[in-house]
């Protein structure tokens, strides 16, 4: 063994028993978190306190112990040394010996930070970053980077290893789910992760270039730092479809956080689901800015004045109330500038009170007609003033009783009427005359114009919320429970520190307090966390947003979301050259300065950790002909497979695109395997890797030969060795191999088509085939040339 062989041997020796002995400190705090989750359970509940304290307790150990296997795959990554010989491990948690002495820090401490941000110019005090590989709990590899050697000490040097960390976890296969890259967060990536809390950020990248990962750490990081504030109030993360965020949805779980809300926008709106689609042009009108003053001014027609005077017959008299009177009452109960249905109550009241007034001037007339017919009697001839003698009393009374009448209630909800935000805009987009007298010029409301009772898409769901805080609604019961919630808090958060202090949750190294684990467990009735209430509750409001792919955000999306925010602690991630929708982003002040007015700031990442330079290339041909302000980003991987164009006749594609996607899968298997058979050798490996089915193959398809395509394969879910894909569905996701089918289709099938394009040829990590029936588009000519027709 040369000297060099025998360091290393010793340096993962070494390495194996700090790695062991650390997993040695989880497991002692799983079987406390085990022990007290048992003692939990043993608790009385006699009492219905009792009964809610042993919940509490219960779940918050449950929480501990999800939380403590959620770090169970590598567990500790890395280690920094510094110049006085001091070497600090990092992980996914923070863990503490018996002398509560940090051993394990946690990646997102301040403590961690040099690990991610020491350069060679500038290494913060750090003489040696080492990243450690784990396979389940073994040292399985070591990679230093030195950036003072002369700071190191003999044996240390000797023990130096250099594999690049980033480029092997980028070698791995993909699984169809995203993971998350704790071990190899870069520096420009830290940058974004690590920003303030306060105020919006903005991070414009291009494909790949890990916008969406480091978003998701960014929750993590913040949650951890800023606990007390995001656990009560909660994170959402808003991404473009359920897709998505089924890809994303493992990311932060591994990271030991559960209460983030995902959604999508046209989930936002509790209790709709929004399942239809619009076309690009009625995307365009639902989304233009000015869609608030239709829905405002829809609104503004069913507050109405009748034609003359209100008319009611009611048990034989004519109630008359004038004209001018209807219209001086809808002014004043405007003027409060109270949502709709909450100024109703004040518009009611005096509506029924005019109505009473009516009653009592009909009731006198018609006792003057009597009266009358009574000649000559004195007392009944006295003149009679019965509205006059109303006192406000009998006008309360009255108007009880008038409100009790059908006929009464037809006619004030005639003028004033009730209404749901569903009911105010499915009747705004079923009637073209309702649209024509609202909308501003230049808006093209034809394109809205639907039959009633369509189903919902996701661009009505923006209009469902505007609606809502116009409507207003009946908040009285929320604020009631809200204010006895209060009282209970004192009661809550002593309870809360009970536990801490009893079940040690405290003292194993987790940031807890008090105050927040009461808030996790406030007894709402419901046993609802932050997360589930959040959720079902329209008008929540979220302690920070993170939206992804936010450039396919319509203004109207926008509005929704800023409303969900009202500390605008936002973090907006997105490609302005991958807008696909037709109401989506140009520029980001466009549809960020409305809300924020300029007090945004913009992180750029300019690395390409997905798309291998030789896919790279085709793609910023696509990019320069469609968006040639755009920069692409620059790609860290090369050596891949050339991207190749294969023409096949509508007649072959049924048997030929499936044979082609199989030697697809067997190429990215072969691939791969050698990193599956490692310790086989490559050619064992690669046999594996093609034989077991490594690797994922993303077949990308016009929206409109989706089904035509998606039928022949089996059908599968994001994990599947082939799923089958529109451009939209595509958004953020990533495959070994990409093949993409009718690029003319692509094309053309919305004015955002070059930008859809563009998508669709950057989701390759390893290789990209395209299939064409026509002419290949001229922005692939470079394809062309290696054309295997
Ligand atoms: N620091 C890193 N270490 C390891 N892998 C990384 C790192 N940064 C990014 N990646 C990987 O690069 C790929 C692309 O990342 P991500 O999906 O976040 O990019 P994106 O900018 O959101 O792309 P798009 O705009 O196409 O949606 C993912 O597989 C991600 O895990």
Known sequence: MTNRQDGFAQALDSEQRAVSWLYG???????????????????????????????????????????????????????????SGQSTYIGRIGLRDEEHESVLIDWRAPAARPFYVATATDPGGLVRRRHLHLKDRTVVGIDDEVFDLDGMSDGDRRTLVGEAALLAALRRGRTGRMGDVVATIQTEQDRVIRSSLQGALVVQGGPGTGKTVAALHRAAYLLYTHRDTLERRGVLVVGPNPMFLRY??????????????MATVGEMFPGVRACAADSPAAAVAKGDPRMAEVVAGALALRQAVPDGDLVVELDGLRLRVPYEVCARLRERARAVRLPHNMARKLYVSELLKELARAEARALEESLHIEELEVEGDPELSEPLDLEADLDEIDLELASRRLWGEPEIRRAVDGLWPELTPHRLIDDLLSSAETLRSVAPPGLAWQELVRPPGSAWTPGDVPLLDEAAELLGEDDSARRMAAREADQEWAEQERYAREVLESTGVAEQGIFERADVLAERHADDGSGLTTADRAVADRSWAYGHVIVDEAQELSPMAWRMVMRRVPAKS???????????????????????????????????????????????????????????????????????????????????????????????LAEVGAEIGPEIGAGNGAEIGAEIGAEIGAGRVGVVTPDARHAEVARLFPEGELEAPVVVLTVGQAKGLEFDAVVVVDPQGILDQSPMGGQDLYVAVTRATRRLTVVHEGELPDVLSRMAEKSTL
């Open 25 to 83: 400190r989880l497991d002692a705090a799983r079987q406390r978190a085990e022990e007290a989750l048992r003692t939990a359970y043993g608790r009385a509940t006699g009492t219905r306190q009792a009964m809610v304290e042993r919940e509490a307790m219960a779940s918050e150990q449950a929480r501990r112990l999800a939380q403590l296997n959620a770090v169970e795959r590598g567990l500790c990554f890395g280690r920094i040394d510094d110049g």
């Open 248 to 261: 994303i949805s493992q990311v932060l779980p591994a990271l030991g956080e559960t209460q983030v809300v």
């Open 570 to 664: 936002l973090t907006v991630v997105g490609d302005l050259a991958q807008t696909g929708s037709a109401a989506g982003a140009r520029s980001w002040g466009e549809v960020l300065d409305p809300h924020l007015e300029g007090r945004w700031r913009v992180e750029r990442l300019l690395v390409n950790y997905r798309t291998p330079v030789e896919i790279m290339r085709v793609a910023a041909d696509v990019l320069r002909a469609f968006a040639p302000e755009q920069e692409p980003p620059e790609s860290v991987r090369s050596g891949g497979a050339e991207p190749r164009a294969v023409r096949l006749t509508a007649a072959d594609l049924p048997a030929d695109l499936p044979a082609l996607v199989e030697a697809e």
